[in-house]
Every structure is written in C-alpha cells, then in structure tokens.
C-alpha cells in the first residue's frame, strides 16, 4: 500500500449528475457556464434544478492550516478554498473514483455535504445553501519509493462554499 493519511474523518460527498440535471423540465443543465439553470417559480432566483448521484463516503485527511488560503495553480487559475481534503488514491481507485487515464472523477460542482469523525459522530455539516462544493482538485505526494517507481498517492480536493448561495 502506497503511504497513508493521518488524522483520518470520514466525507460524505455528492457527485453532480449533469444528464439528471438537464433532463429538469424548465431548468437543465447550461454547458457554457457549467452550472444548472433554475427553474421559474415566481421568485428572483427561482428554484435549484440540480439533480445528485447518490452520497459516496470516502476517508480523508483535513489539513487546518490550509483554511481560507489563495493558491495559483498551475494553469495559472486560483482557487479560494475554504477547506482542503487530502484524498488517499488506492481507496479512490478502489471505489471507482479514479477512471481509465488515472484523473479524479470528483469535480467542480461536487457537494460535500458532511464530515464525521472514524467513530461516525458529526463534525460538520455543510448547510445547502450556501453548500460547499469542490472548486477543483490537483494531484500530490508520490509515496516513499525507494526500490520502486514511484505514482501518485495523494489527491488535493479544494472546497468552498457557494458565494451565490451566501444570504445576507
């Protein structure tokens, strides 16, 4: 096994179902903003058409001092994350995360709805709206490898809260 994450909580994570999303009577999905479009019910914002897969649980590790941190990436875009998840790839992999040309299927508009403690109690729960949403994700740590080829171990997974949904 390929390293290991320490102080281990357990996220609770909804991926985007963009087909379900734009199969939405009134609403769907807008392929040039990436994002659903609310379907008319009288109000200003109207109601959220977003359809989500069913909850996967994945075990991860959250790096505190990270909180709130800007970092330009490497295709020069930045990402404000209010928290970061450190992901254990040979679990991704073995939950089907990680498809054919080795790339996270966790992506932008994903909704992380709760972490828990290795116990099962809550830790946080991430009220919707404002919900909190992988922003993007980068790959990281490539293990001890002294004797062998080294691969990537780790996955980054920026999150943070809708600025949209935010109510004054």
Known sequence: MRGRLIQKFKVFISRL??????????????????EAVPVDDGTQLGEDSTKYHDEIELTCQIDRKEW??????????????DIILTLHVPELAKKGMINSKGQLVL???DRVNRI??????LEVEFENP????????ERAGHGLAAFRTPKTN?????CSYDEKGKTA
Do not use: C
């Open 130 to 137: 404002p919900g909190m949403f992988v922003k993007g994700s």
């Open 17 to 34: 179902n963009e087909a379900e999303t734009g199969a939405v009577v009134g609403g769907g999905w807008d392929p040039d903003f990436h």
């Open 154 to 158: 780790l996955f980054y997974l920026y």
């Open 107 to 109: 992506r932008e508009g």
């Open 116 to 121: 828990n403690d290795l116990k099962g109690n």
């Open 68 to 81: 709130g941190n800007v970092e330009l990436m490497r295709n020069g875009r930045q990402i404000k994350a």
